[in-house]
């Protein structure tokens, strides 16, 4: 099933060899997305999946067939690296690890996810500090 | 020195010296978590002080392979660890555990990281890896012992029905958990300990939305509803958690819920060190119970614990 993912100008100009986004995980994560068996244990237990596009195991099913589309999906900002599916996985793949990888590849070419201009002033003095320097290490390149 | 050889020294009544390390929100939104922290450990006996020139751990780990640079900044407060002469530092805050953890062993196991990052930096000795990272929950479990904690109770918590919740920092990955991923115990031992009801939950190592809280408030409102709902429905009065951001997520934006959902009523949310200290007798006013957004005061008011 073809999923409607949304279309970011800069993140579709990110090019890739034949097979080389797969790679590119791998050398990030250090880990063969290949392995994946595509048994959807990750998405059964993430708790984020209600509010994702793509289901975590889809997404790495994209990296497996090479289809770069996967960096548009919310799918990979979603993931607050919990750890629970690299928890549970039974091939023992590290898929926080993964998603990090795919985050990863969309902020080394300057492209953030977050805009620090919109957070109030409020927020700012309410929120915990090591909210805010979480979501920057996450969101921003 | 084996973990019980330590314990044995302990409970004979040995002062035990400890080094802590604080990080960005102990010293500014969970100063409650901290004060708690210290006069328990005053209470027991044994002595905490804060360590010289500690700088943040980055809250998150660093998840890639050839990411070097982020390990810097969690290398250098342990590196001063060992420049005070010690080999051992203690956590209140569940990430700076987690990250400090992570780059200990990553640097442990990975040498030739280890000599990057020591070849880096040029203002600091080289980090020999021999600290060891605790989090005080550790610390109390394994070094003093809930038992001897047992024996100090002198309001036990009874009546009082209590969920643990653990949420991800403390049990996952597994290379760095103070517990099991799954089925982690160490909270409810400790609740146990102090008298009070343990209401078990599957959802007490789900996560609580963790930094989203700042960009997407509804989806860790609707976490917290999530998460407090299932153990109201098993008659818990209030939770217990250890770290900063669930309780911020918990306790804020669990209280923001009761706009969203009808006839929510968000439950109080207490530190552990917080029980503690009021099961230890000691004055509530440590607690700081006024930062909560829903206060745990009344509950303890009504359960007739502490308190005049």
Redesign the interface.
Known sequence: MKKKLESNKEINAIKFKKGGLAAEVQ????ENVFACYQCGTCSAGC??ID?MDLGPDEAIRYVILDRKEVLNSNTIW?C?????C??RCPRDL?I??IM??LR?IVLRKKIDR?KVVK?SKK?KE??????????F??NIG | MKRHEKRYLNVLGEIMKLLYYPGCTLKTSATNLEKSAFAIVEALGHEMVEMEDWNCCGVVASLTDDDLMHHLAPLRSLIHVEDQGENKVITLCDMCCNTLKQTNLRVKENPDDLETLNLFMDRENDYKGTVEVLHFLEFLRDEVGFDVIKKKVKKPLKDIKIMPYYGCMLLRPREVAIDDAEEPTILSDLLSALGAEVVDNPFKIECCGSYHTVENKELVSKRAHRITTFATERGADAMVLSCPLCKFNIDTRGKEAEKMFESYKQIPVFYYTQLIAIALGLDPEICGFDDHAVNPIILLKNKEVALE
């Open positions: 050398e990030l994560s250090g708790p984020f509010d979603m607050a690296s919990c750890y629970t690299a928890e590290n926080t690890k990090e990888a990863q977050t957070i927020e309410t929120i915990p500090q090591l909210a805010f320097v979480s979501l290490r996450k």
